[in-house]
């Protein structure tokens, strides 16, 4: 059996992590790309998502170097991550592949982690659900290890004095995480670049401006869809927070577990106001999120969505009565296959450059009133 799965920021090294403690043949697909994007593109249905036709792109290049089994994170509500795997399964068998493909279902009680228990035992071979916990467990660490690094790297990016020291750095722990193997030389992997990026000559006393990015996961979190947003802006000087991350959505599916603890009920709470309901993908959570940014003071909001995406679209509308209400500017960026960069990045400036003036003339107002 030769494993892939798609890529979703750094969540493959968590994949790599479990599926190779299974015993089995991982094979990762190249980093998101144009190429991977034309691929997808070309054989999936005009109308759906760029997250799905980035997927399909990752399947057919992995399946160009040998795999023969696919991964894939199912989803509920109204969202079609729900339908995926099942339209996947069908584009790449009339393109003449045989291939497997199993589901991570939406986990809403313990049983059903159970059934992706089971699942997993199928990689390894082995019929007892039991034996596969510890290394379902060890790729929860992994990821939070990996959710934990990047946090930081946000964090020191912009206050760096050695301009470009963090890229340097990081761009040396893919290389260093992808020639790794097995959960100890992974887990030992991440932990050492932490400490490399803590003796990081920082501006510890720098004002940097701070955003919060909401929307739909995949477009938050794989930076070749966002077109590397993150990276730009904490090159820019922005300190940035996500507010989705893949160790976030995996303790909110596993939260009815009494030791788990996620954000879910603040984030609900945020939302209440505008939208006490689950409609599918994050929007509820970019709504919550959006509120929760103003009640902590960040500077502003950039909501990103996949064009055609139904959840977003609803969050977009309900985000323009939240930014009156909670006075924070907010940048909606829409994402497809056609997005370019220079106009993507000229809304990105002007939107820094607003919030800079934003804050100057809050300063002014402030100082004019002590005077």
């Given at each position: 059996m030769k494993i892939t799965f798609p890529h979703m920021g750094n969540t493959y090294i968590a994949l790599k992590v479990i599926f190779e403690e299974l015993g089995a043949e991982v094979v990762i697909p190249p980093k998101c790309n144009k190429n991977t994007l034309e691929l997808g593109t070309l054989y999936s249905p005009e109308l759906m998502c760029i997250p799905f036709k980035i997927t399909v792109g990752n399947y057919l290049e992995s399946i160009e170097k040998g795999a023969d089994t696919m991964f894939m994170w199912g989803g509920c509500d109204v969202c079609r991550i729900g339908y995926y795997n099942t339209l996947q399964k069908d584009i790449l068998q009339s393109l003449?592949?045989?291939?497997?493909?199993?589901?991570?279902?939406?986990?809403?009680?313990?049983?059903?982690?159970?059934n992706f228990l089971k699942k997993l035992s199928f990689v390894s071979g082995s019929k007892n659900y039991i034996k596969v916990l510890p290394i379902f467990i060890k790729g929860l660490r992994t990821l939070y290890e990996i959710d934990e690094l990047d946090d930081l790297v946000i964090k020191i990016?912009?206050?760096?004095?050695?301009?470009?020291?963090?890229?340097?750095?990081?761009?040396?722990?893919?290389?260093?995480?992808?020639?790794a193997n097995g959960y100890k030389s992974i887990v030992e992997t991440i932990r050492r670049y932490k400490e490399k990026l803590l003796k990081i000559e920082i501006d510890k006393d720098k004002e940097v401006l701070r955003v919060g990015i909401v929307g739909e996961i995949y477009t938050v979190v794989e930076p070749f869809i966002n077109q590397y947003l993150i990276e730009r802006l904490g090159n820019m000087g922005v300190e940035v927070h996500r507010s989705v991350t893949s160790s976030e959505f995996i303790k909110e599916q596993l939260d009815f577990i009494p030791f788990l603890k996620s954000d879910k009920e603040e984030v609900h709470r945020g939302a209440k106001p505008y939208l006490n309901t689950e409609i599918g993908g994050h929007a509820r959570h970019t709504v919550g999120n959006t509120v929760l940014y103003s009640e902590k003071n960040y500077d502003g909001v950039i909501h990103l969505m996949p064009f055609t995406c139904m959840p977003e679209i609803v969050a977009g509308s309900i985000l323009s009565i939240v930014e009156k209400d909670k006075d924070i500017p907010i940048l909606k960026l829409v994402l497809d296959e056609m997005t370019g960069e220079s106009g993507y990045l000229t809304r990105i400036e002007a939107f820094i450059d607003l919030l800079l003036n934003r804050r100057e003339s809050k300063f002014y107002e402030r100082d004019i009133s002590w005077s």
């Amino acid at each position: 059996m030769k494993i892939t799965f798609p890529h979703m920021g750094n969540t493959y090294i968590a994949l790599k992590v479990i599926f190779e403690e299974l015993g089995a043949e991982v094979v990762i697909p190249p980093k998101c790309n144009k190429n991977t994007l034309e691929l997808g593109t070309l054989y999936s249905p005009e109308l759906m998502c760029i997250p799905f036709k980035i997927t399909v792109g990752n399947y057919l290049e992995s399946i160009e170097k040998g795999a023969d089994t696919m991964f894939m994170w199912g989803g509920c509500d109204v969202c079609r991550i729900g339908y995926y795997n099942t339209l996947q399964k069908d584009i790449l068998q009339s393109l003449g592949y045989e291939i497997q493909m199993f589901c991570l279902e939406p986990m809403k009680n313990i049983n059903d982690v159970k059934n992706f228990l089971k699942k997993l035992s199928f990689v390894s071979g082995s019929k007892n659900y039991i034996k596969v916990l510890p290394i379902f467990i060890k790729g929860l660490r992994t990821l939070y290890e990996i959710d934990e690094l990047d946090d930081l790297v946000i964090k020191i990016r912009p206050r760096e004095l050695n301009r470009g020291a963090v890229d340097r750095l990081y761009s040396s722990f893919k290389e260093d995480v992808n020639n790794a193997n097995g959960y100890k030389s992974i887990v030992e992997t991440i932990r050492r670049y932490k400490e490399k990026l803590l003796k990081i000559e920082i501006d510890k006393d720098k004002e940097v401006l701070r955003v919060g990015i909401v929307g739909e996961i995949y477009t938050v979190v794989e930076p070749f869809i966002n077109q590397y947003l993150i990276e730009r802006l904490g090159n820019m000087g922005v300190e940035v927070h996500r507010s989705v991350t893949s160790s976030e959505f995996i303790k909110e599916q596993l939260d009815f577990i009494p030791f788990l603890k996620s954000d879910k009920e603040e984030v609900h709470r945020g939302a209440k106001p505008y939208l006490n309901t689950e409609i599918g993908g994050h929007a509820r959570h970019t709504v919550g999120n959006t509120v929760l940014y103003s009640e902590k003071n960040y500077d502003g909001v950039i909501h990103l969505m996949p064009f055609t995406c139904m959840p977003e679209i609803v969050a977009g509308s309900i985000l323009s009565i939240v930014e009156k209400d909670k006075d924070i500017p907010i940048l909606k960026l829409v994402l497809d296959e056609m997005t370019g960069e220079s106009g993507y990045l000229t809304r990105i400036e002007a939107f820094i450059d607003l919030l800079l003036n934003r804050r100057e003339s809050k300063f002014y107002e402030r100082d004019i009133s002590w005077s």
